[in-house]
T-cell receptor
Framework: IAGITQAPTSQILAAGRRMTLRCTQDMRHNAMYWYRQDLGLGLRLIHYSNTAGTTGKGEVPDGYSVSRANTDDFPLTLASAVPSQTSVYFC?????????????FGEGSRLTVL | GQNIDQPTEMTATEGAIVQINCTYQTSGFNGLFWYQQHAGEAPTFLSYNVLDGLEEKGRFSSFLSRSKGYSYLLLKELQMKDSASYLCAVRDSNYQLIWGAGTKLIIKP
């Protein structure tokens, strides 16, 4: 089934540990994004990539890093997790060459940092 | 700063009509999106407006007025499955999406 896959679905993590959230899409979309969603707040962009080999910082990039080695994969790494990074993380992709360029989201990764 | 405002929560009755408003102040405008998000699930695309006017898609319609910085999502013949959060997002001059906090819609029988 075509789409966007995230892993893990949920994770409990001790503060200070390193964690990588995986994201893979098979729609050949050029653009990919990582958002976090917290109660009462809109989706906030962490990092994005407009094409393989390039990445950019979003609204809340501190404490996170990404890479885009190829079109399909866009992992998000927390180098040293802190409790404020407890959130639901959504990976998304889009074909920015299409006028609407709507986002397609993965099912989310619920991360709890203790 | 950039800002998207929408009501936090709305309640409506099954079979009725509900209008969810969204006002925005952004650096430039390159389209407005509505997404639906059921609890515990990912957002899914509903509609896109870039020109003024009404876009109709089945039971859902979306309206845009760029001069007023205003949009609404109209849901007709409400069904219980329409209980969800509805997210308004505007694409700014840098082609980045600015998101509202979402409107939780509760449908009562």
């Amino acid at each position: 089934i075509a789409g966007i896959t995230q892993a893990p679905t949920s994770q409990i993590l001790a503060a200070g540990r390193r964690m990588t959230l995986r994201c893979t899409q098979d729609m050949r979309h050029n653009a990919m994004y990582w958002y976090r969603q917290d109660l009462g707040l809109g989706l906030r962009l962490i990092h994005y990539s407009n094409t393989a080999g390039t990445t950019g910082k979003g609204e809340v990039p501190d404490g996170y890093s990404v890479s885009r080695a190829n079109t399909d994969d866009f992992p998000l790494t927390l180098a040293s997790a802190v409790p404020s990074q407890t959130s639901v993380y959504f990976c998304a992709s889009s074909d920015s060459r299409v006028e609407t360029g709507e986002l397609f989201f993965g099912e989310g990764s619920r991360l709890t940092v203790l | 700063g950039q800002n998207i405002d929408q009501p936090t929560e709305m309640t409506a009755t099954e079979g009725a009509i509900v209008q969810i408003n969204c006002t925005y102040q952004t650096s430039g405008f390159n389209g407005l999106f509505w997404y639906q998000q059921h609890a515990g699930e990912a957002p899914t695309f509903l509609s896109y407006n870039v020109l003024d006017g009404l876009e109709e898609k089945g039971r859902f319609s979306s309206f845009l007025s760029r001069s007023k910085g205003y949009s609404y999502l109209l849901l007709k013949e409400l069904q219980m499955k329409d209980s969800a959060s509805y997210l308004c997002a505007v694409r700014d001059s840098n082609y980045q999406l600015i998101w509202g906090a979402g409107t939780k819609l509760i449908i009562k029988p």
